[in-house]
């Protein structure tokens, strides 16, 4: 198996580029105040907005997710276009035709309910109900599962693991760059460790470019090894 060993010094700079990138923007307490007094408008224009910060947009959409938001379709392919490839994003937009919100809503509501019979060890805790929601998930349009499996694993920080390990799990073809793209947005070393030894090797390329870039080496040894690509 693979781990994840910190370059401190690459690790610094990157830092300090990540700090120095951004001046005056959206603030976490701005973020707050919206949540409270239940501002889904400017949540959902915070959560799209490309110029801001990933985790201003992160926490916001997790605002959003407690605040039980039902995105439009628009709404929803725009926080999609946060991760989505070029081709993703077209059979995604194709699919918005035929797909309407409710149905997607749907989707999004058998992605939690799997997702919370997942230990964060990759262990189900109820295998009867859990094979029946995967493989009913298994059998929807797949661009639309793995929409719905990008947003949730960034929205539900309560169930992050578990979803991003139901999403290997699944093991949905073309799915792995879309997974990757939320690693290089929102993941970190846990997720990269996952991606590294899910046995997908385009999962397993993305957690090793996501650790170059952030400064860390892979070492062969003791490493995270929850979820096998396409196994139930």
Request: charged residues 20%; glycine residues 8%; proline residues 2%.
């Amino acid at each position: 198996m693979h781990r994840l060993v910190k370059n401190f010094v690459t690790f610094v700079i990157v830092m300090f580029l990540s700090v120095n990138l951004y001046g005056c923007a959206t603030t976490a307490t701005q973020i707050n105040q919206w949540e409270k007094t239940g501002n889904v408008e400017k949540l959902s224009e915070v959560t799209r907005d490309k110029s801001e910060r990933p985790y201003i947009r992160k926490i916001s959409l997790q605002s959003l997710a407690r605040l039980n938001w039902k995105p439009s379709n628009e709404e929803r392919l725009q926080v999609y276009s946060m991760f989505a490839t070029k081709s993703g994003l077209q059979e995604a937009e194709a699919l918005m035709q035929t797909l309407n919100s409710e149905t997607f809503a749907a989707i999004d509501e058998k992605v939690v309910a799997c997702g919370s019979l997942l230990s964060r060890s990759g262990s189900w805790t109820d295998t009867s109900k859990a094979k029946t929601l995967y493989d009913g998930l298994l059998g929807m349009d797949k661009r639309a599962v793995t929409i719905s499996i990008c947003q949730q694993i960034v929205a539900r920080p309560q169930l992050q693991v578990q979803i991003l390990l139901l999403a290997i799990k699944l093991g949905i073809p073309d799915s792995e760059n879309e997974l990757v793209g939320v690693l290089f947005e929102y993941g970190d070393k846990s997720m990269a460790e996952d991606f590294l030894n899910s046995g997908s090797q385009r999962l397993s390329d993305g957690g090793r470019r996501w650790a170059n870039a952030r400064g860390y080496r892979v070492s062969t040894g003791f490493g995270s090894h929850r979820s096998g690509w396409g196994r139930f």
